[in-house]
C-alpha cells in the first residue's frame, strides 16, 4: 500500500483507521492508504484530472497540504505545481 509522505504514523500496536483508495490498471493494481476520507476523497478527484494518475497525484499531496493545491489551482500557479517530483511544465 502507497501512502503520502503526511501519511500519520502511530505507535506499534496502536490501531488505527486508513481510507482506501483502490486503483486497477491495464497492468497493476494498487491500494493507497489516507489519513481521512477528505484526503482519500481529494486524492480521487485529483485522478479526474486529464494527465494526472495515481502516482502523481499521490506525489502532489506528498508535496502540498489539500488546501495548498486548492490554493495553488485557484492562483493558476503552474510554476508551483512543476515542482512536483514527477510533474512538469508542458511547453
Known sequence: MY???QFEFKEVGTDISVYTSFQVREES???YGFNTELERDFFEELLTVSGIG???ALSILSTYSM???KEIVLEG???LLSKVPGLGLKG
Request: no cysteine.
Open 3 to 5: 501512502v503520502t509522505s
Open 29 to 31: 493494481q494498487t491500494l
Open 77 to 79: 500557479d503552474s510554476k
Open 67 to 69: 488546501e495548498r493545491v
Open 54 to 56: 495515481p502516482k502523481s
